[in-house]
C-alpha cells in the first residue's frame, strides 16, 4: 500500500502562482509514474501533468509552458509548480502513484485526497 498526503492548494488571483507537493510513503517501488490530475465541477477528472521515475514528463495542453512538474526521489515527494494560474485551472487537484514491474505490467494505482485550487478573477 502507498499512502499521498498532498498540500500546497489554496486561493490566488489569475497570474499568481501556486505550488502543490505530494509526499508518497508506504510500499515504493523503484519503477513508477507520479502525476497530478484535477476536476473541476460538472467536469471528468483529466491529467495535468506526469513524471516517470526516470524523470521523462507529460503534461496536458491546456498546462504545458505554464506548470511544471518535479520530483525528489529521495524523499518520495512529486511537486507542481503552477504559474500564469487562470480561473480555468480552478479545480480539486489529485495526485495519483502508479507502480509498475520491470517488464512495464502496473500493479498498483493511488490516489491521494485532493487540494482545492481557485483561481479569482
Known amino acids: 500500500q502507498v499512502q499521498l498526503v498532498e498540500s500546497g492548494g489554496g486561493l490566488v488571483q489569475a497570474g499568481g502562482s501556486l505550488r502543490l507537493s505530494c509526499a508518497a510513503s508506504?510500499?515504493?517501488?523503484?519503477?513508477?509514474?507520479m502525476g497530478w490530475y484535477r476536476q473541476a465541477p460538472g467536469k471528468q477528472r483529466e491529467l495535468v501533468a506526469v513524471?516517470?521515475?526516470?524523470?521523462?514528463?507529460n503534461y496536458a495542453d491546456s498546462v504545458s509552458g505554464r506548470f511544471t512538474i518535479s520530483r525528489d526521489n529521495a524523499k518520495n515527494t512529486v511537486y507542481l509548480q503552477m504559474n500564469s494560474l487562470k480561473p480555468e485551472d480552478t479545480a480539486v487537484y489529485y495526485c495519483?502513484?502508479?507502480?509498475?514491474?520491470?517488464?512495464?505490467?502496473?500493479?498498483?494505482?493511488?490516489w491521494g485526497q485532493g487540494t482545492q485550487v481557485t483561481v479569482s478573477s
Open positions: 495519483n502513484y502508479k507502480t509498475y514491474t520491470p517488464y512495464q505490467t502496473r500493479t498498483g494505482d493511488y
Open positions: 508506504g510500499s515504493i517501488f523503484v519503477i513508477n509514474v
Open positions: 513524471i516517470r521515475s526516470g524523470g521523462t514528463t
